[in-house]
């Protein structure tokens, strides 16, 4: 019990102290995880989207495959990356094995069904609530699919920060295409469970801290957001 | 004067079977350019269903729905529904919209935008969010959007039935210079008080089907139908 009072006051002291390595680490790990859903967003919004509105043959079968794909194991990702990246992988000439490009692929991959099959759910409602409305306007239901994207833009805020927060938690997949590598592929979730298990405990809680504060702000924010749109637009 | 079609749409012995049921049973319907048209008849008794068939957002189970063709081309519609529904942008914006998804380029989709909106008297609102506006405005803010389309036929489905005396008014008003321009009205309503005020000639439905066309001056004072007669006499006290 002691420690662990003891190990919060150093971490306290390091993220009070501002430590370079400990902030390198924070900028890295933000930096990418925004990366990945910026990406997740850009496939998974509009797929979730067409397939709310589309009406194609196939569409069951890729409404259940999404749905699966939310329970994706990460670390079959993580090594699905890994064989692709690898030197005699298909994309190894790329050389982005143990980079942070690296990463943020497979954070992509892990964010794009989530996005996806969120973003479906809220395409879907908004689109019960238009499609007669737009189709007597004479409006596609292609040419919807932008329309509803942009109109339902303040609840898929929430849908691309669940994606963020996939991509900021993700330990395994991120291991191992990255590696870990100090001050190159060294994010928070990785550098948690280095140091943690080399018993470096403050270090460990201090971005364990860091981790969740940062989750906290852009939650906070993004409600920040809702709200002030719900009353400016209804 | 261009040449016109003799008829602008027509139902020709229209059936709709809606969830196990015929909401529309053999209904047929010409409609000629000129008078203002509503449509009356008991609820379910088929006239939402006649508007939605006849401005194509229902495919007939049978019969078909043919549109006459002015200069060559068909007649030009939009529909305005009881709850007009608003996209997440301003009064204008929601106008540009309907004009840009119908190939209309700028400058003259913000030309028509601002004129569209200054017709219904919208225009101190143009920049205000659709969706806060009140009923009544949003109401007449989906007659700008519909009367920014240019429609030959312009299809109104209770579009008061869910505003209070003054907007109801307002929106009557909208529609009458409408239909004084030449815009082919054809409404449902619920309200016979608006139906005096706003009928050339009334459409009866019964069950799914036409069962009287009748100028309005006489339908009030003597309808053709049963129906229609039991109707009225059910429905007046209101």
Redesign the interface.
């Known amino acids: 019990m002691f420690e662990i009072f003891a190990s919060l006051g150093e971490a306290l002291a390091l993220i009070g102290g501002a430590d370079p390595a400990l902030a390198g680490i924070v900028v890295l790990s933000l930096e990418l995880s925004l990366a990945a859903a910026v990406a997740g967003a850009a496939i998974g919004l509009p797929l979730g989207a067409l397939i709310a509105v589309g009406r194609f043959p196939g569409r069951r079968t890729l409404i259940v495959t999404l749905n699966a794909l939310l329970g994706l194991p990460s670390v079959v990702v993580g090594l699905v990356v890994y064989l692709l990246l690898s030197r005699a992988g298909p994309l190894g000439s790329l050389g982005i094995l143990f980079t942070p490009a690296a990463i943020v692929v497979a954070q992509t991959l892990l964010v794009a069904p989530i996005v996806a099959a969120l973003a479906r759910q809220v395409a879907e409602d908004a689109w019960r609530?238009?499609e007669?409305?737009?189709?007597?306007?004479?409006?596609s239901r292609l040419?919807a699919v932008p329309?509803i994207l942009?109109?339902a833009?303040f609840s898929l805020l929430t849908v691309v920060l669940a994606g963020f927060g996939r991509a900021a938690s993700e330990v395994g997949a991120v291991m191992i295409v990255g590696g870990n590598i100090d001050g190159v592929t060294r994010v928070m979730t990785t550098a948690i469970a280095l140091e943690t298990s080399k018993g470096d405990l403050p270090l460990a809680l201090a971005l364990g801290a860091i981790l969740i504060l940062v989750v906290l702000a852009v939650n906070a924010g993004v409600f920040a957001i809702r709200e002030w749109s719900a009353r400016?637009?209804? | 004067m261009a040449e016109r079609a003799s008829f602008l749409v027509e139902a020709r012995g229209v059936s709709v079977a809606l969830g196990g049921t015929l909401a529309l049973d053999r209904a047929s319907l010409r409609l000629e350019p000129g008078p203002r048209t509503v449509v009356l008849g008991a609820n379910g008794a088929g006239k939402s269903v006649l508007l939605r068939t006849l401005h194509g957002l229902i495919a007939p189970t049978a019969g078909v729905v043919a549109w006459g063709d002015v200069d060559g081309r068909p007649a030009r519609q939009a529909m305005v529904f009881q709850r007009p529904v608003m996209l997440r942008r301003s009064a204008l914006a929601n106008i540009g919209y309907a004009l840009a998804v119908n190939g209309v380029a700028e400058p003259q989709r913000s030309r028509r935008a601002a004129a569209a909106l200054a017709r219904v008297g919208l225009t101190a609102l143009a920049g205000r969010p659709a969706r806060v506006l009140s009923g009544g405005e949003q109401q007449r803010l989906a007659l700008a959007r519909a009367w920014s389309l240019e429609p030959e036929v312009l299809f109104l489905d209770e579009p008061t039935a869910s505003l209070d005396p003054g907007a109801t008014a307002e929106v009557e008003r909208v529609i009458a210079s409408f239909a004084a321009e030449g815009t082919r009205i054809v409404m449902t309503t619920h309200n016979l008080g608006q139906a005096r005020r706003l009928a050339d000639e009334i459409v009866f439905i019964h069950a799914g089907r036409v069962t009287e066309r009748t100028a309005a001056d006489r339908f009030f004072v003597q309808p053709g139908s049963t129906e229609a007669s039991l109707f009225l006499q059910g429905e007046i006290p209101w």
Do not use: A, P
């Not at chain 1, 409305?133 to 409006?139: D, H, P, Y």
């Open positions: 609530e238009y007669e409305q737009l189709t007597s306007l004479g409006v040419r329309t942009w109109d833009r400016r637009h209804g």
